[in-house]
């Protein structure tokens, strides 16, 4: 299946490899006129149901370079580290704990590089082409860059490996600007980047990919009622945008497993093709960052009770975390359907919720003549006003239909004599496949009951 909506993927406009031209470079994506529409349809809608309808949530868009003191402070430079093993014979490089747990089955976050080499030692632990490994050593995620002109020291700075921290670095800002009562969160969306030692499978786990984060600032004794929401309300959104809720379950974060920030941890797995993986996660990060930003900073992070002055105190934080290019994976996973049609026939179809979907209408007029292309540019112009529209006068209608059932567009209207005559047109619906005549006029109120 997952070769199946690669070459959809490449072929339809939606994920092309990256630098393809140049012999591509690996593990990179970009994002073709479809992909980049439904990026833009999932962080639009995660914007509109997290920050900009919640009377507690505000909005934050950072810099990606940031102070290398904030990483130190964060404990990134520290601790975001993955063990690393390499093949003595190809020198393919692999994740220590990855293997370890594929062999024994066992969970071995948390272990020391010793630990981890006694575990490949005990267990006669060799590479996945059975050759002998080196012995682990520590590798960090965070990808390093100099900056400087060369005639003072240079200094090292970072790729961000995620947005969160530029939330809490800005903590004092939003709170003073925007007078906001405990409690009340900050989303950002943006790009984040980790020299992953396996990057793979499609856009799951790539160097580079957009987060859409909220830390959530709470009174502490508050935050299990706070997890437990946030936790509904992620999963009610991938419902809400087509992420099949049966593929979808929540994995509780052993004590071990947590990251080193982290209480309580919830990852919410799916069912991708090549195994159940995280598609989001949900930390409670207690006091760590804001507390630690305090230390280094030497600035006050604290809240100020406004209903009793004397009380300063520093809240504690849900984090919602999301990652765009995952979300939509299992967006296209959970859309993938191939059907046999009633004459035997085969048909691909993309099931997406009509709203997410890159097109929500394909206008197509059935001859290049007869009035029908002026009749159909009419409607589009008036369409385009409310609605994703295509024109595609192309091909046979058949071909258009399929081309359109593979990018998932939910309404194809076709426009025929009728149009011309009487003033209909024909609506087709992507997953019945069952057509309807609609008076032009009733056109816009149609689509917008259906389109939501
Ligand atoms: P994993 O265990 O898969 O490495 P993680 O626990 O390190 O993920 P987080 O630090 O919780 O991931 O990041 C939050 C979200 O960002 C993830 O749930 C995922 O959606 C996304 N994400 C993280 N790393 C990547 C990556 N390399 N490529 C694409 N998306 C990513």
């Not at 987060?211 to 419902?239: R, S």
Request: proline fraction near 4%.
């Amino acid at each position: 299946m997952m070769e199946d909506i690669v070459s959809l993927c490449k072929r339809r406009g939606f994920i092309f490899p990256g630098s393809e031209i140049y012999g591509g470079l690996a593990n990179s994506w970009d994002y073709g006129p479809l992909g980049a529409q439904m990026k833009m349809n999932i962080k639009n809608d995660w914007w509109k149901t997290f920050v900009a309808s919640r009377a507690d949530m505000v909005g934050l868009d950072s810099a990606i370079l940031m102070n290398p003191k904030v990483w130190e402070a964060s404990g990134h430079v520290e601790t975001f580290n993955d063990p690393l093993v390499e093949d003595k014979v190809t020198h393919k490089r692999y994740r220590a704990d990855s293997l370890i747990q594929d062999a024994i089955g066992q969970n071995v976050d948390g272990k020391s590089l010793e630990e981890l080499a006694n575990l490949i030692a005990q267990h006669n632990i060799k590479s996945p082409d059975g050759n002998e490994l080196t012995p682990p050593v520590q590798y960090s995620g965070m990808f390093k860059m100099k900056l400087g002109s060369g005639n003072e020291e240079d200094k090292i700075i970072y790729l961000r490996p995620e947005t969160a921290q530029a939330i809490f670095v800005n903590f004092k800002n939003v709170t003073e600007s925007m007078r906001k009562k405990l409690p009340f969160g900050i989303g950002q969306i943006g790009k984040a980047f980790r020299n992953e030692i396996t990057p793979g499978n499609f856009i799951f786990r790539t160097l580079e990919f957009e987060q859409m984060e909220i830390e959530y600032f709470v009174e502490q004794d508050q935050w299990e009622t706070h997890f437990t929401h946030w936790l509904e309300q992620m999963e009610a959104w991938a419902n809400s945008i087509g992420v099949d809720a049966n593929k979808l379950h929540r994995l509780e974060v052993s004590k071990d497993g947590l990251a080193h920030y982290s209480k309580r941890t919830v990852d919410l797995e799916f069912d991708f093709p090549f195994g159940t993986k995280e598609l989001w996660g949900l930390a409670y990060r207690t006091d760590f960052d804001l507390n630690n930003h305090q230390e280094y900073s030497k600035q006050k992070m604290t809240y100020t009770d406004p209903d009793d002055n004397a009380r300063k105190i520093i809240p504690h934080v849900i984090e919602p975390s999301m990652g765009v290019d995952r979300t939509l994976l299992a967006m296209l996973v959970s859309a993938f359907h191939q059907e046999t049609l009633d004459d035997g026939d085969t048909r691909i179809v993309m099931k997406f919720k009509p709203n997410m979907a890159p097109f929500h209408v394909a206008i197509l007029p059935l001859m290049k003549k007869s009035g029908m292309p002026e009749k159909a540019e009419e409607i589009l112009s008036d369409l385009q006003k409310s609605f994703r529209c295509e024109y595609d006068d192309s091909g046979s209608i058949g071909k258009r239909y399929r081309r359109h059932d593979e990018i998932g567009t939910p309404f194809c209207i076709t426009i025929d004599f009728d149009t011309v005559e009487k003033g209909t047109v024909t609506i087709r619906d992507r997953d019945t496949m069952k057509q309807e005549s609609v008076d032009i006029n009733n056109l816009q109120d149609y689509l917008t009951q259906k389109i939501t």
